[in-house]
């Protein structure tokens, strides 16, 4: 199987795109905060951790 894409072809594509893309991610961490990502995590995992604040989880990710 032959290769369909050139550089060339992937630099041009990055170029048209890259100020959408960085949009969108820009648009989406104006939307974050913090209970509806809290409410995505496991819980349980918290409290086996001994998590308390959200103080304790930005230390817990270092």
Do not use: G
């Not at 072809?9 to 974050?32: A, G, M, S, T």
Request: hydrophobic share 35%.
């Amino acid at each position: 199987m032959t290769n369909l894409l050139n550089k060339e072809d992937i630099i041009n594509y990055v170029e048209k795109n890259i100020d959408k893309f960085h949009q969108k991610r820009i648009e989406k961490l104006e939307q974050l905060n913090l209970k509806t990502i809290l409410k995505r995590k496991n819980s349980y995992l918290y409290k086996a951790k001994n998590i308390l604040t959200a103080k304790d989880v930005a230390k817990s990710k270092r």
